[in-house]
Structure formats: C-alpha cells, structure tokens
C-alpha cells in the first residue's frame, strides 16, 4: 500500500464548477499538508500549505486536512480553463529533515 | 528574484550511456532536492543535501547514480550507465532549510 493515495483522474469539468480534489494518507505521523499545481512541461508550484488539522482558504482555493480520517481536501470555486493542471498532494512528517511524499497526481480539465 | 534553473531541459540518450544534470538552486536556500517523476506518477525524492552534505539519499540507486553539491550552491546529478527505466523528469528543488520547497522546470530524460 502507498502511503499516499490519490486518484489520477482525469477530472473534467466546464467552467465555473466546484472542483474536489482529495487524497489519503496511512502515515498518522505526518503533520504538514501541501497541494501543488503542475501545469504541463513544468515543475510543482506550492498552491496551499496547511498544518495539521483544520481549514486554509486562500482566494478561490480551499485546504481541509481531516487527520482522524486521514484525509485531506483541496476544493476550487468557480474554477477556470486556466486551472487546468495535474494537482499533487504533498505531506511530511514534523522534524527538519523529514521527507515529502507526493501522491500521484490528479489531471484536471477545465473546459470553457 | 530568479527561480530554480535546471539544464538541460531535454536530453535523449541510449541505454548504457552517462547523462548529466545541473541545478542551479534560489540565491541564499540552503537544502537541495533532487527528485525523479515517471510518468503519470508524484515526484519521489532521490537525494537532499543541507548546503554541502548529504542529508537522505535513501531511494538514491547508488550504483548508478551520483550527486554533489560543491560550496553548498549548484549541484549536479549523474546517471551511468543509464537504463530504460531511468527515462523521466529529473526536478531539482531548494528551500531556506527544511520549509517551503521551490521547484524547477526539470530535465525530461528519455533513454533509449
């Protein structure tokens, strides 16, 4: 079993739908949660960061990490073509040097 | 302030042979990262250096792999031999120490 899961889509939708983006996790230690956006023939940019349980909005972009479940959430509103991308989930134990590990990533298309 | 560079930004090669990889990390960041990402898969962290040295280099395939980071700044990869297997996207990332992960736009190697 992976210690992160995440379903690889792809996801399509028209313009202005709510997007759910969602991954699981088996490693109860891990306290810091991250989404990146990966746009094609590009590296990760950091979209959301979020420690421990608990919600983070930022814009259109809404974080929920639900750590009794070991669950973690990342939701667009009035999502736009231009969000169109691969979402990877990210998620690290607490210490200095303790490793990310991604999920595999979810395709998104949002379609005019 | 400028990104994290990478170069080359393709590189084909067949199997059996060498390939390297440069990373030219944010001015100041002190941690290293060098991931492999398959396709259709997360990044997975090969190695992490903490200015010069080697702070997890656990899923570094050793006998094949290699990587060094002279005077704590740039920091090359190198493969030799390569294998069918090793074709990916070779990313590079830094942080200020073990925080927010910047990436770069990553080095597509493809072996033949």
């Known amino acids: 079993q992976k210690e992160v899961e995440q379903d690889p889509g792809p996801l399509s939708v028209p313009e202005g739908a709510i997007v759910s983006l969602n991954c699981t996790y088996s490693n109860s230690a891990f306290q810091y949660f991250m989404w990146y956006r990966q746009y094609s023939r590009k590296g990760p940019e950091l979209l959301m960061y979020?420690?421990?349980?608990g919600n983070k909005e930022d814009g259109r972009f809404t974080a929920q990490v639900d750590k009794s479940s070991k669950y973690i959430s990342l939701f667009i509103r009035d999502s736009q073509p231009s969000d169109s991308a691969t979402y990877l989930c990210?998620?690290?134990?607490?210490?200095?040097?303790?490793?990310?590990?991604f999920g595999a990533g979810t395709r998104l298309a949002v379609h005019p | 302030e400028a990104g994290v560079a990478q170069s080359p930004r393709y590189k084909i090669i067949e199997k059996r042979q060498s390939v390297a990889f440069w990373c030219n990390p944010i001015s100041g960041h002190a941690t290293l990262y060098w991931y492999q990402q398959i396709l259709g898969q997360g990044p997975k962290l090969l190695i992490q250096f903490q200015n010069n040295g080697v702070v997890d280099d656990s899923q570094l395939p050793k006998d094949r792999f290699s990587a060094e980071r002279l005077k704590g700044v740039d920091s090359t990869l190198k493969i030799q031999p390569a294998k069918l297997e090793d074709s990916a996207v070779y990313l590079c990332?830094?942080?200020?120490?073990?925080?927010?992960?910047?990436f770069g736009p990553g080095t597509r190697l493809t072996v033949l």
């Open positions: 990210a998620m690290r134990a607490s210490g200095g040097y303790n490793k990310l590990i």
């Open positions: 990332a830094s942080s200020r120490m073990a925080d927010t992960q910047y």
């Open positions: 979020t420690y421990s349980s």
